[in-house]
C-alpha cells in the first residue's frame, strides 16, 4: 500500500458492467463534504443567514451529562427541532441522512446558497454551557467521528511465499484483500479512520456581505496509508512503512464572495481532490469499502480552487495545484508539478438531475509521484422519492512510465528501486521487454442504485468495471469487475452500520507481455490473496460512532 491510490500489488482483471449502488451519508451531525439541505420544498423570497442554534431541550449540568443527555434525546428522537433554515436553489434532491448527501457532490467547496445544519452531540453540549454564547457567535465547530471495521475473505494475510511474497526472507503480505480497499487487511477488525474536524463554514445562504471559513482535519489509524500525501508527514509511510499513521488530510480556508455572479468560493490549502461520488472520509460513502473505480485516481491536492455559482444550473470550477497527493515542496518541478483543474457541474428538473465534468488534474501527464492525467463524468438521477442512482466514470493516464517487464528495469537483486522508478510510484507492464517505459492509460465506471427504505435504513447495490490496461495502478494488468450489495442502517444521527457482500474477479491476467517469456505461459496466478486468486469474496461491515 503506499499513499497514492496504486500500489505495486499482483492481479489483472474486469469485465463489462451494469452499474448501480449506495448512498449512506453520516447525518447533520457529521463531518459533511456536502451541507446537507433543508427539507423544504420552496425557498423563501429573502433568504436569512443560517448558522446551527443550540436545541432546547439539552439537560443541564456539567459538560459530560449535557454530552449524554444529547446522545439519549438524539437516540430517543426527542431532540428539539426548529424552522427550517433557509436556502437559495432547488430543494434537495435526497435525504441526508440516511445518505451521506442531500445535496448532489461537489468536491473542493462548499455548496454554495446551502445552509450548514450540521449539529453534533460535542458541539450541543458546549452551546449549552456557560459558554454557549461565545461558540454560536463566532461559528466554530469541533466533532468527527471513530470508524472501526472487520472483515470475513477468502483471501489472507499471512506470508505465502508465492507471488510479491517471495522475497527473501518473506515478506508479511497481510494485506491480500488489495485492491479491494479500505478493508485490505483480511479476516481482522481494524481501526480505520478516527478523526476530528474544526473548522467554521461561511454563510453562503446571504448575498450582501463577505465571510469567510476553514477546516482543520485530522485522521488516525489505518486509512491514512491511502490518503496521506508525499511530504505531509509522508515518512510514517514511505519511510517506515508503519501500519497505521497520522494524517492532517484537510487544512484550508474558504473565502466567499456573493456578488460575484450568485457566489464565488474560493479555497486554499490541503482538500479532497474534487471529482468522484465516494470520498476518503468514512461518513461521505454510502458504503464500507471502496469501489475500484474510486480506490486508484487522486486523493488529495494542495493548491487554490475557485468554485463559481452562475445560476440554479450551472456552476464551474477553476484550480490550480501541485498535483495528486504530492506536497508543493516536495522536489517541485520533478516530483511535485503545477497542475490545473477545470471542471463544470449542471443540474436541471430542480436538481433531479446533475451532470458534473471534471478534468481533474492537467499538465505534462509525465511519469511522477502519482502524476495522473484525470477526465471524469458523473451522472446523478433522482428516480423517485426512495431510489436514486450514481454513475461515474474515468479515463486516465501517466506518460513515460518505466517498464517493469523490461528486465533492466524494477527492482536489482538488492532491493534497491532502480533509478528511473520514483519510490513510491508504480512501473507500468508494457507489451515488450526491449522498451524502458511506455503509455500507461486506464478507465472506470462504476454504478450505485440506492433505495431509501426509511429514515434509519438504505440498501445499496454497486456493479462496476475497471480496466487497468498496463497494471500502472494496481500492480496487474487485467480487467477487473465488483459487485456489492450493502445496507446502512442508522441508531439516531450519531451511530451508523454498514454491513456488506461483494465478490469481485480479474478476467485474463497475464505479464502484459504480446508474446510470453522463454519457459512461461505468460500468466500470473491472479490480482487477490497476495496474486494467488482470480476472484475474492468478502463479507464486512464497520461502524461509525460520531461525536
Not at 276 to 299: K, M, R, V
Request: charged share 15%.
Amino acid at each position: 500500500m503506499n499513499s497514492q491510490k496504486s500500489s505495486a500489488w499482483p492481479g489483472v482483471a474486469a469485465t463489462i458492467l451494469t452499474i448501480v449502488l449506495l448512498p449512506c451519508w453520516a447525518p447533520s451531525l457529521q463531518a459533511q463534504a456536502t451541507p446537507a439541505a433543508p427539507p423544504q420544498q420552496n425557498a423563501p423570497a429573502t433568504p436569512t443567514a443560517s448558522q446551527p442554534t443550540a436545541p432546547q431541550n439539552v439537560a443541564q449540568g456539567n459538560f459530560f451529562k449535557r454530552l449524554a443527555a444529547a446522545y439519549k434525546q438524539d437516540w430517543k428522537g426527542t431532540a428539539a427541532g426548529g424552522p427550517a433554515p433557509a436556502f437559495r436553489g432547488d430543494p434537495a434532491p435526497v435525504n441526508g441522512p440516511p445518505f451521506p448527501f442531500s445535496t448532489w457532490p461537489i468536491g473542493g467547496t462548499v455548496t454554495i446558497g446551502y445552509p450548514w445544519t450540521q449539529s453534533g452531540p460535542l458541539m450541543q453540549a458546549l452551546w449549552s454551557g456557560d459558554h454557549g454564547d461565545w461558540w454560536r457567535k463566532n461559528g466554530i465547530q469541533i466533532y468527527g467521528w471513530l470508524n472501526f471495521g472487520g472483515n470475513f475473505s477468502t483471501s489472507h494475510n499471512v506470508s505465502n511465499g508465492q507471488a510479491l511474497c517471495g522475497a527473501t526472507p518473506p515478506l508479511n503480505c497481510k494485506y491480500g484483500n488489495f485492491p479491494e480497499t479500505y478493508d485490505e487487511v483480511p479476516n481482522s477488525i481494524q481501526p480505520d479512520q478516527q478523526v476530528i474536524y474544526i473548522e467554521r463554514q461561511p454563510d453562503t445562504v446571504q448575498t450582501d456581505h463577505f465571510d469567510w471559513g476553514f477546516r482543520i482535519a485530522n485522521l488516525w489509524g489505518l486509512d491514512y496509508r491511502f490518503t496521506t500525501a508525499n511530504g505531509i508527514f509522508s515518512q510514517q509511510l514511505l519511510g517506515k512503512n508503519k501500519e497505521y499513521g497520522d494524517d492532517p488530510v484537510m487544512v484550508y480556508a474558504d473565502l466567499y464572495f456573493p456578488h460575484v455572479a450568485q457566489g464565488l468560493d474560493v479555497r486554499i490549502g490541503r482538500y479532497i481532490s474534487l471529482p468522484d461520488i465516494e470520498a476518503q472520509l468514512a461518513p461521505n460513502n454510502y458504503t464500507y469499502s471502496h469501489s475500484l473505480l474510486y480506490s486508484f485516481d487522486c486523493y488529495t491536492q494542495t493548491g487554490i480552487n475557485t468554485t463559481t455559482k452562475l445560476n440554479d444550473h450551472w456552476t464551474v470550477q477553476v484550480g490550480v495545484s501541485a498535483g495528486c497527493d504530492i506536497a508543493p515542496w516536495k522536489d517541485p518541478g520533478k516530483l511535485a508539478k503545477l497542475t490545473l483543474n477545470a471542471c463544470v457541474q449542471y443540474m436541471w428538473r430542480q436538481s433531479r438531475d446533475d451532470i458534473y465534468f471534471c478534468a481533474n488534474s492537467i499538465n505534462s501527464g509525465k511519469y511522477a509521484y502519482n502524476n495522473l492525467s484525470a477526465y471524469y463524468f458523473t451522472w446523478y438521477h433522482k428516480i423517485n422519492t426512495a431510489w436514486h442512482t450514481s454513475t461515474e466514470s474515468w479515463y486516465q493516464y501517466e506518460r513515460d512510465t518505466p517498464n517493469l517487464n523490461n528486465p533492466n528495469v524494477g527492482l536489482s537483486g538488492s532491493n534497491v528501486p532502480d533509478p528511473i522508478l520514483i519510490f513510491g510510484a508504480n512501473g507500468a507492464r508494457c507489451n515488450n521487454t526491449t522498451e524502458t517505459s511506455c503509455f500507461a492509460p486506464e478507465w472506470a465506471m462504476v454504478n450505485y442504485l440506492e433505495d431509501q427504505l426509511n429514515a434509519h435504513n438504505y440498501i445499496s447495490i454497486r456493479n462496476e468495471v475497471f480496466d487497468d490496461i498496463r497494471g500502472q495502478r494496481t500492480g496487474t494488468k487485467g480487467w477487473y469487475s465488483e459487485h456489492l450489495f450493502g445496507w446502512g442502517h442508522w441508531v439516531g444521527t450519531t451511530i451508523l452500520f454498514r454491513p456488506e457482500v461483494r465478490w469481485e474477479h480479474i478476467y485474463n491476467p497475464n505479464l502484459g507481455l504480446t508474446a510470453p517469456l522463454p519457459g512461461t505461459k505468460n500468466e500470473l496466478p491472479g490480482a487477490y490473496d497476495n496474486g494467488l486468486r482470480h476472484s475474492q469474496l468478502t463479507l464486512a461491515s464497520d461502524i461509525i460512532w460520531f461525536f
